[in-house]
């Protein structure tokens, strides 16, 4: 059912799992190099929003929400009444029993849609595979809602949802105006059945008022009074009076039809066009909200990604985007649909009879307060349920990225059982939910119910009184279970509205973060000029990176210092490798040079220009990094290599893969460039996947490179390969590069290097050439190499 999310949600996790990579090499913010998101595939659930009457309305009295007639012989009064003169409409009872099935259907289909995404128990023993056998049950955890954390924010105000309507406001009207139309068309329908009563029973016809027993029994002819009670007035009348007074009646069953049609035929215009509208609407918030949150996530600093998890976020943009945009448009045109039935009705029951009108108005504010008290409870749990569903895509997520992991350690029981309680916890909420609008519909069908009884009560004895005619009583009790319904459906139109509104919260938390790193408005600045914001350096800046008594602690801990008064240089034309234990800090090191973190205190400058100063996205495309865990993108070699320069030519690419030492062992791989490298470059080795990395750094032409273990899966022979290649490039004339930074454990590594610096608990505790420091002051040095001893070569 949601499968035309899935190319989508995989394209945003892919982009979310490897943000670093996304955030280093600048592909428009927005989008992703491999593939727009395609507005109409994203959401494409055909949830058919079509409220027309289509001659459903009698039925509806006796519909789903007002079984109880039945069984309080409403359906049989009512037919009575409708048969009064003749036996000639059942077959209209017939077809509204079946429009009947129909909703019912319908309505089921909608309730079943929404609780697919919350599985039952049966979800995991249905799978045959041999890890779920019946023992999963013995893995399954007790499901404790209160484990779940639930995001704390506040339900957007009601102007803030309905606000992502207003760009679609010229639409909207005309949606509107053909669904008041349209409604306003077929509510003439009961009125119609209400005259064609009375046309049966002769009221309104010259010379007979009321046929009772059917045509063809003349001598049973009396007037309106024989039905009221006085039968001494009956006065017989003879075959051709009947005869003309039939012909009458056929004539003016003839006009009622005929305007029916043309009323038909506007109600059924007005609904295509209104439920068309309403949909494409609907679909196109959704796209319009995907966009705006997948770009808002993607300006976020990457301390956001720390804290909130990928598959979460993918999550919000599918599930959250889905409820808000759905639920809200669904509802708007259900309430409009429901208000023009509710205000027609009391209009019509006003015009038939002012005085039942009257009996039955308290029922409105007593259905309202319903709606009120269910409203509350539905906002929150709906938000909750969200939130446990965001959690379930998290856990799914992760395990199928680690699958190998989850494998090798013979967890996917385990791991079975933990997304199963996760998801039980989801249903929990879902259950809540779905236990208290049954309740609701219950209690509101009840009120309904009872006070369409006691109008068809208090109606009959107005009808014996003579006060109205069957035709208008049978009219009035139509329109009153059409407000009964219409109350009903405009109380679930606004719990709707409420559950958008609470599953808003999150999505209107997210959309209204700041995109301070947003610097899709900057101009490059021309040559030799320095701008005091978003600086860009000149051409020949001299690329001397110099951190100042760096102090560093990472904003989700904001109490453990990573990195302490860490001082050194990175000169132009120099190689430098920074070493020390796991953990030390260095990859720390590059994430500050690359400004995915600012330091607590001191500053890092480049050409003596403090990189907060600088323009972010220029800084980041003067350093090409290589991380310690390359991420490559489920598309071809080439577009992977091409990733940071997507108007790369052929030779680019190429040249960048040769000095990267990758060349040959793509030409090996089946398609060469063209080879899909499989989703998180599953498909090629840990050392091609490092060798593609370098080589997507160096196609940039960057003016530091900085390697964070770039060449640990790296053979000795490859390795050196790559080592003297750098040296090339950056003795070159031709090429860009200046500097290059090696996060390393290795000897070789740091022999190829100018200087080491060797770091301990964050602090630089040694620094000098590998040779000066092995043979004098590197005790550190020396004991992390015996240490790491099978890394000596
Ligand atoms: N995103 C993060 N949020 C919080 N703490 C982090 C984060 N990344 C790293 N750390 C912590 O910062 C410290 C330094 O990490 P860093 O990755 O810089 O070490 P390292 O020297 O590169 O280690 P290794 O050689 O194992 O790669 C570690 O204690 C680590 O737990």
Request: glycine share 8%; net charge positive; with cysteine.
């Amino acid at each position: 059912m949601f499968s035309p999310r899935i190319p989508f949600c995989r394209i945003f996790r892919s982009q979310l799992c490897n943000t670093s990579t996304v955030i280093m090499f600048r592909p428009h913010p927005s989008t992703s190099r491999f593939g727009h998101v395609n507005s109409r595939q994203l959401h494409q659930q055909n949830y058919s929003n079509n409220h027309a009457w289509h001659g459903r309305l009698l039925f509806r009295c006796m519909s789903d929400r007002t079984p109880g007639f039945s069984f309080f012989g409403f359906q049989k009064g009512l037919r009575h009444l409708l048969t009064l003169g003749r036996n000639s409409n059942n077959s209209l009872l017939t077809h509204l029993s079946s429009q009947r099935r129909h909703e019912r259907i319908k309505r089921s289909y909608f309730h079943l849609r929404y609780l697919s995404t919350t599985p039952t128990n049966g979800g995991s023993s249905n799978n045959k595979s041999e890890d779920t056998s019946e023992s999963d049950s013995q893995w399954m955890e007790p499901i404790d809602l209160s484990k779940f954390k639930t995001h704390n924010h506040e339900p957007p105000p009601i102007s803030k949802v309905l606000s992502i309507l207003l760009p679609e406001y010229k639409w909207l009207t005309f949606a509107v105006g053909a669904l008041t139309i349209s409604t306003a068309a077929t509510m003439q329908f009961p009125n119609a059945i209400a005259m064609m009563i009375d046309i049966l029973n002769g009221v309104g016809v010259e010379g007979l008022d009321v046929v009772v027993g059917g045509l063809e029994n003349s001598s049973a002819v009396v007037n309106i009074d024989a039905v009221a009670g006085d039968a001494t007035q009956a006065v017989p009348i003879t075959d051709v009076q009947l005869s003309v007074q039939h012909q009458q009646q056929i004539q003016q069953m003839k006009s009622i039809a005929l305007q029916m049609v043309g009323y038909f035929t506007v109600g059924a215009v007005g609904t295509t066009i209104h439920s068309a509208m309403f949909d494409s609407v609907g679909q196109k918030i959704g796209a319009r909200l995907r966009k705006q949150l997948f770009t808002t996530i993607m300006h976020q600093d990457i301390a956001f990604f720390d804290q909130n998890r990928a598959g979460e976020l993918a999550n919000r943009l599918s599930t959250d985007v889905h409820e808000v945009a759905e639920h809200l448009v669904q509802n708007i045109a259900h309430f409009l649909t429901n208000l023009v039935r509710v205000i027609t009705a009391i209009w019509s029951m006003i015009a038939i009879s002012p005085l039942l009108t009257f009996y039955l108005s308290p029922v409105v504010p007593l259905l309202t307060g319903c709606a009120a008290f269910y409203g509350k409870f539905i906002k929150t749990w709906s938000k909750q349920h969200l939130d446990v569903l965001a959690h379930s895509t998290h856990v799914a997520t992760e395990r199928f990225s680690g699958i190998a992991t989850v494998l090798s350690f013979g967890q996917k029981r385990k791991e079975v059982a933990r997304y199963s309680s996760v998801i039980e916890a989801a249903y929990g909420y879902a259950k809540r939910v779905a236990i208290f609008q049954g309740a609701f519909f219950g209690s509101s069908q009840m009120v309904g119910n009872m006070a369409l009884l006691g109008v068809l009560w208090v109606g009959t004895t107005h009808v014996f009184a003579g006060q109205m005619t069957p035709g208008q009583l049978a009219g009035f009790c139509m329109y009153a279970a059409i407000l009964a319904e219409g109350v009903g459906e405009i109380s679930e139109s606004v719990g709707g509205f409420l559950k958008a509104q609470g599953s808003g919260a999150r999505l209107f938390s997210l959309l209204d973060k700041d995109t301070s790193f947003d610097t899709s408005n900057i101009q490059p600045v021309a040559s030799d000029v320095i701008q005091t914001q978003h600086l860009k350096l000149p051409p020949n800046y001299k690329p001397t990176i110099e951190f100042r008594n760096v102090q560093f602690s990472y904003p989700s801990h904001p109490a453990v210092p990573i990195l302490q008064e860490v001082s050194f240089s990175l000169t132009n034309g120099e190689f430098l490798a920074l070493t020390g234990s796991s953990g030390s800090g260095k990859s720390s090191i590059i994430s500050l040079l690359l400004r995915f973190y600012d330091p607590s205190r001191g500053g890092i400058t480049i050409d003596g220009v403090d990189i907060k100063d600088l323009d972010i996205e220029w800084l980041r495309s003067q350093i090409g990094t290589v991380r310690q865990e390359p991420i490559l993108f489920h598309a071809s070699v080439f577009e992977n290599v091409a990733y940071g320069k997507p108007d790369a030519t052929k030779n680019e690419v190429i040249e960048a893969c040769i000095a990267a030492n990758a060349h040959h062992f793509i030409l090996d791989l089946p398609n060469g460039y063209d080879t899909i490298v499989g989703e998180r470059g599953a498909s090629v080795s840990g050392g091609q996947k490092q060798r593609l990395s370098i080589a997507r750094a160096l196609l940039t032409k960057p003016r530091i490179l900085a390697l964070d273990e770039a060449s640990s899966a790296l053979d000795a022979a490859g390795e050196q390969d790559v080592l003297q290649r750098l040296r090339n490039l950056l003795e070159s004339k031709d090429n860009n590069l200046s500097a290059v930074l090696f996060v390393t454990h290795k000897k070789s590594v740091m022999k190829a290097c100018d200087r080491v610096l060797v770091l301990s608990d964050g602090r630089i505790i040694e620094k000098g050439s590998y040779d000066f420091l092995d043979k004098t002051k590197g005790d550190q040095l020396r004991k992390l190499m015996m240490g790491e001893s099978t890394e000596l070569k």
